[in-house]
């Protein structure tokens, strides 16, 4: 699929079949996520598969998200700042975040490519995640990700974005020459309908 195409169907799923997600597929999308950014060049990422439904069942419930519990196949990424920390002292910590963020953000494209349905979430107590995965306390949970393939439901079509124009300022926050310069462009600029 092309770059844009993916990048506007990608949507938070919280409803899937419980068709079986392929290996191959996620450990391809993974692969890619582990791609970069990274500061440094300097990769602090790790990715922890939990597909042992009891287990998924006690992070929904962690969660507070019991749909959670519908996928088959949990990714949940993880990061190590000590190595930056050592680099960079605190801005360390900023980038290890970035670089989640960039690989998060891969992750989903990569997913929504291959056919799969995913959600970012980051609400979960982080000692009960690391203690029920053994995680060791100095990691840092950036992210659980469920996957599967969506089970579609009315009403449950993408949300709409913000417009390009309510968000893009020249020059300094909140310029009051945006609107002028984007409606003097906006005919340039057609981008595909969603």
Known sequence: MEFDKVVRKRKSSNQFSGKKVSWKDVLEAIDLANQGPFAGNHNNLHFLIVEELNTIKDLANCCEQSWISNSNI??????????????????????????????I????????????????????TDEFVKQKLKIPQHINI?????????????????KKKKELESVLYWEEWKNSRRATLFEESKEDYNPPSQ
């Open 142 to 158: 950036e992210a659980i990700i469920p996957v599967g393939y969506e089970k579609k439901m009315p009403g449950d079509e993408k």
């Open 105 to 124: 953000q891969t992750l989903l494209l990569a997913l929504t490519d291959l056919g799969i349905s995913s959600c970012w979430v980051g609400a979960y």
């Open 74 to 103: 949990l990714i949940v990424v993880c990061s190590d700042d000590t190595h930056l920390e050592d680099l960079y002292g605190e801005r360390g910590r900023i980038y290890s975040r970035q670089q989640a963020g960039a690989a």
